[in-house]
Nanobody, 125 residues
């Protein structure tokens, strides 16, 4: 059974930084694509960033230049370093996983098979 667990959310002032972590178990981590999604109240869940199993990355336009995704396959962990945070970044952030031999990843929600419970990020103005 695959388990995906996020951590690292919190309250931060605009312009500040946070690092989210996501640990996945029950799958072969270095054969999984991983993604970060977020959902603000009243809005659809949207893709933020993803990373393929050997490090290829994609970012939503809204976070390019501010967020950096990375992974440590030895620790079964993915990270999202968020800088220059804006109030518009306030949302529940979800980690997603998909076992795949492809080196690609996608920012589309249905592509992923396993999800965490989310970690809240709140950016105050």
């Amino acid at each position: 059974q695959v388990q995906v667990v996020e951590s690292g959310g919190g309250l931060v002032q605009a312009g500040g930084s946070l690092r989210l972590s996501c640990t996945a178990s029950g799958l072969t981590f270095d054969r999984a694509a991983m993604g970060w999604f977020r959902q603000a109240p009243g809005k659809e869940r949207e893709g933020v960033s993803c990373i393929g199993r050997i490090g290829d990355t994609n970012y939503a336009d809204s976070v390019k230049g501010r967020f950096t995704i990375s992974r440590d396959n030895a620790k079964n962990t993915m990270y999202l370093q968020m800088s220059s945070l804006e109030p518009e970044d306030t949302a529940m952030y979800y980690c997603a996983a998909r076992a795949t031999i492809s080196t690609d990843c996608a920012l589309t929600r249905p592509w992923y098979t396993d999800w965490g419970q989310g970690t809240q990020v709140t950016v105050s103005s």
